[in-house]
């Protein structure tokens, strides 16, 4: 059984490029799912994650002059308050959702700076969703979310106003710094996201000035505050009349409700980093961005990766699947070669969840992937008997 960095030795040695990520995962969840909804793997917990959300209730969260959130945030099962679901004894089956307009909800906990935050939400089919995921929030700047904290933006396609507006629209470093180009599409849209109905995971890294939002493993914007650039912009956006926007400060973590309902938050967890990612020795760092000078991270950071793992590696776990899996490129395209034949049906989908075609064979150990439909982050999943037993992120750049 290969891991992850062997595939990519492998494939480094064949001189292509490659790019590779993800594990099992559950029925419409994000593209790596590790262990129950609103917990811990045994390697995060190692590692140094913890919860900031139960699962159960909003121990830990409150709101403007409240010690608690108001009504207009809810706990219910993944199916949603929109179709008539009641919370879960079971914390793995809950989310939280906004269900009518009010105040936002931030931790209660005001120590968080330096961190690894991972977050996933989802918007809801055929409703207009716009929501945020704020960081470094203090209730004493501005109990408004504009006067302290940046935001990583939440919305579907149906929010016409920003969707295609790549400074606004989801995953952006909202109003400061857009979506790098490679994830835009011609219409100036997210290419990243996933529909509406399935779960996005968000993740946002931050040490002292520097700042990255990732999505669904992809590197999406990354800034540094406080440079000549960064003050410029700060300068010409909605944030200027905050000054203490302008500082490398603690804060709280920040749910918003936008005044859209139905947006879902679950498995909510967080990493403080005393290891600079952007440090020179950092495993994160662009090695070729690095060479010309930049401080970029990498592209490619699953929920697979926890940061600076107690044993030094700072890779990717091995495989979680089965039948194992063994990945080469070339030209022509990406086999994927199984560890067994079965009677495995194969579907390719692009991030968005549109379906591509692939060829494989009945009872075939491999399926190969033309280069033409290979380009691009895609999704690669495994059925057997109607169930989806194993999924894959993968493609050619």
């Known amino acids: 059984m290969k891991n992850t960095e062997s595939v990519k030795r492998l494939l480094m040695a064949m001189g292509m490029a490659w790019a590779l990520g993800a594990q099992a995962q559950t029925v419409d969840g994000g593209i790596y799912v590790a262990g129950p909804n609103n917990g811990l793997t045994p390697s995060q917990i190692k590692n140094g994650y913890v919860l900031l959300w139960n699962g159960k209730d909003f121990t830990g969260w409150k709101t403007f002059n409240a010690s608690s959130p108001a009504d207009n945030w809810t706990v219910v099962k993944e199916a949603g308050e929109e179709n008539g679901a009641k919370k879960s004894l079971s914390a793995d089956s809950n989310v939280i959702e906004v269900v009518k307009s009010g105040e936002s909800i931030w931790t209660i906990d005001t120590t968080f700076q330096n961190f690894d935050w991972l977050v996933e939400w989802q918007t809801t089919v055929t409703e207009s969703q716009n929501g945020g995921l704020l960081y470094r929030y203090s209730e004493k700047a501005n109990h408004n979310n504009n006067g302290s904290a940046p935001e990583y933006q939440v919305c579907n396609n149906l929010w016409t106003s920003e969707w295609n507006k790549p400074i606004e629209t989801a995953g952006a470093i909202y109003e400061l710094k857009p979506l790098m180009p490679a994830r835009i599409n011609l219409d100036q849209s997210p290419n990243w996201t996933r529909a509406s109905g399935h779960w996005n995971q968000s993740r946002i890294i931050c040490f002292n000035g520097h700042i990255a939002h990732y999505g669904n493993g992809l590197r999406l914007a990354e800034d540094q505050m406080l440079t000549p650039d960064w003050n ?46 952007w440090g020179p020795k950092s495993p994160y760092l662009n090695k070729v961005a690095a060479a010309a000078g930049d401080s970029t991270l990498i592209d490619t950071l699953t929920f697979a990766t926890d940061l600076f793992p107690v044993d030094g590696s700072g890779t990717m776990a091995p495989f979680a699947i089965a039948p194992k899996m063994e990945i080469r490129t070339a030209r022509e395209g990406i086999t994927v070669f199984l560890s067994r034949p079965g009677e495995f049906s194969v579907r390719l989908n692009d991030i968005r969840g549109a379906a591509l075609p692939v060829r494989s064979a009945r009872l075939s150990d491999r399926i190969f992937i033309p280069a033409g439909q290979a380009h691009g982050p895609r999704v690669l999943s495994i059925w057997n008997d109607g169930r989806k037993i194993q999924e894959e992120f993968l493609g050619l750049r």
């Open 232 to 277: 410029a912009r700060y300068k010409a956006s909605k944030y200027s009349s905050f000054p203490y926007f302008a500082t490398i400060h603690p804060g709280s973590f920040f749910l918003q409700d936008h005044g859209q309902t139905h947006v879902k938050y679950r498995s909510v967890r967080v990493k403080r980093l005393t290891d600079n990612p």
